[in-house]
């Protein structure tokens, strides 16, 4: 119904599918029905993905998104035309850049799994309103991309300052948190999908978890030592 529907899990999913090219077809800006306007929200969305696909080694081109209203059909049919004619010159989606299909689907997997921490970093920007083309391409830039990536947050949880009062495991959206009553909660990194909300949600007065970027993670402390005795029980 809105272009602002388009999340960029569905177009890395038609990537991981095997589709050459993404074209996504918006209302003309400012004549948006709604006051959301979103589809300066998907422009935003396309142009940051472009850097992203850029990032993993895609031809940022197979990516497009074109404004036209419901009675512009010839805007419609000449964008589309002039986007596939694009597609088939860049070739099959990794063969045409040299990629082997495992290591892209492996590329994809992985970005996929971090588009809530890059929505998330990229918030403000992704909310703004660019009226100018010409500035679209300094809306994001491949040095903002490349530090991006470089600077990936992992969240930790100290094991000596959970009081396990459970927040951050009610609030969790990706099954990341494992923890339960009077136990000391971890964060299995491989489901974390570092959107940071435990990261909010833990009281500050526990403050137990921090955010670790450019070192190792700490690993979890071991399933049997996780249980806290409260003191008023140890009486
Ligand atoms: S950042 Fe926290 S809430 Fe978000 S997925 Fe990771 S462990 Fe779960
Ligand atoms: S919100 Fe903080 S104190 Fe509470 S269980 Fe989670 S990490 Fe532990």
């Known amino acids: 119904m809105c272009s602002g529907r388009v999340d960029p899990v569905f177009v890395l999913k038609a990537f991981s599918n095997g589709v050459d090219g993404v074209f996504i ?3 003309r800006l400012n004549e948006c029905n709604y006051v959301t306007h979103g589809n300066y929200h998907t422009l935003n969305m396309v142009l940051l993905f472009r850097r992203v696909i850029e990032h993993i080694g895609l031809n940022p081109e197979r990516l497009k998104i074109e404004f036209m209203s419901g009675a512009e ?3 419609f049919v000449e964008a589309v035309n002039g986007f596939v004619k694009k ?3 860049l070739g099959p989606l990794g063969e045409g850049e040299g990629i082997d299909k495992a290591e892209l689907k492996s590329r994809l997997a992985e970005i996929t799994k971090l588009v809530p921490y890059i929505k998330v970093v990229n918030q403000e ?3 703004s309103r660019v009226e100018n083309p010409d500035e679209y391409a300094g809306l994001f830039t491949k ?3 490349e530090k991006l990536f470089s600077e990936v947050v992992s969240y930790y949880i100290d094991p000596t300052k959970c009081q396990a009062c459970m927040t951050c495991a009610r609030r969790y959206p ?3 948190i494992i923890g339960a009553k009077n136990q000391i909660h971890v964060v299995d990194q491989d489901k974390c999908i570092k959107c940071g909300t435990c990261f909010e949600a833990c009281p500050t007065k526990f403050g137990a978890i921090s955010k670790i970027s450019g070192e190792p993670v700490p690993p979890p402390i071991p399933e049997g ?3 806290i005795v409260r003191k008023s029980k140890e009486k």
């Open 143 to 145: 040095e903002e991309i």
């Open 87 to 89: 597609v088939k010159q």
């Open 25 to 27: 077809g918006g209302c």
């Open 125 to 127: 920007k992704l909310a």
């Open 73 to 75: 059909a010839n805007v």
């Open 225 to 227: 030592e996780r249980m």
């Open 174 to 176: 990706a099954e990341a």
